[in-house]
């Protein structure tokens, strides 16, 4: 079965401080991989997506992710926070003939 | 351009009301999907529609639940009767595919409170 697992669901962190949030998938989930973004009150953002090539990719707001497929995962990153990164985020995987599929998501509170 | 739109943005209701929830998806998108988010189970896909057509109603929880898709520019999830379980926030999404690589665009969502 399709999975992808983010492992934190809460991360705090002061402001200009570096983040990383986890994000596992199962071999199942293969090669589409994405990061959305959630504000308060507001939809899903697209962040960045991993189609295929350079396993390091760059997405809006300063943020980059990994895909390394040896360990399945596909971590989000950025060298340093703002207040206004305070969101909650989501991966997310698709195969190529599946449906995407969402993380249980992580709350990224940044603290001044 | 304008992304997928979504109204009302608030509803707040008795329960055993009639709620309908509208979408408009991006245009030239030939897939739809109706997403519901709780803090309980998180974001879960309730319905997906491809040309107007729905392909898979299995996330839809009840029988009290219905979705259309009447035209490609706009579609409609309908709870009759609402219950107060169901308050919760309803997403749509669009995207040019229903699997692979291409990304869901989301509406705002709606945010339904059933009293």
């Known amino acids: 079965a399709q999975s992808v697992t983010q492992l934190d669901s809460q991360v705090p962190v002061f402001e200009e401080a570096p983040v990383e949030l986890r994000c596992n998938y199962s071999s199942s989930v293969s090669v589409y991989l994405f990061w959305y973004v959630q504000y308060p009150n507001q939809g899903l953002q697209l962040l960045l997506k991993?189609?295929?090539?350079?396993?390091l990719v760059k997405g809006i707001n300063g943020f980059e992710a990994e895909f390394n497929k040896s360990q399945t995962s596909f971590h989000l990153r950025k060298p340093s926070v703002h207040i206004s990164d305070t969101a909650e985020y989501f991966c997310a995987g698709a195969g190529a003939g599946n449906m995407l599929t969402f993380g249980g998501g992580t709350r990224l509170m940044v603290k001044p | 351009d304008a992304g997928v739109i979504q109204s009302p943005r608030h509803e707040v209701t008795e329960m055993g009301q009639e709620v309908t929830l509208r979408c408009k998806p991006i245009?030239?998108?030939?897939?739809l999907f109706w997403y519901r988010q709780t803090m309980m189970r998180g974001l879960e896909l309730l319905i997906y529609f491809n040309n107007n057509v729905p392909i898979d109603d299995s996330g839809m929880p009840e029988d009290r639940f219905s979705a259309k898709m009447p035209n490609a520019s706009f579609s409609t999830l309908k709870i009759q009767p609402s219950e107060p379980r169901d308050s919760a926030v309803y997403f749509c999404a669009s995207s040019t595919a229903g699997t692979g690589g291409q990304p869901q665009h989301f509406g705002d969502g709606t945010r339904l409170s059933i009293l």
């Open positions: 245009s030239g998108h030939d897939y």
């Open positions: 991993y189609l295929s090539g350079s396993t």
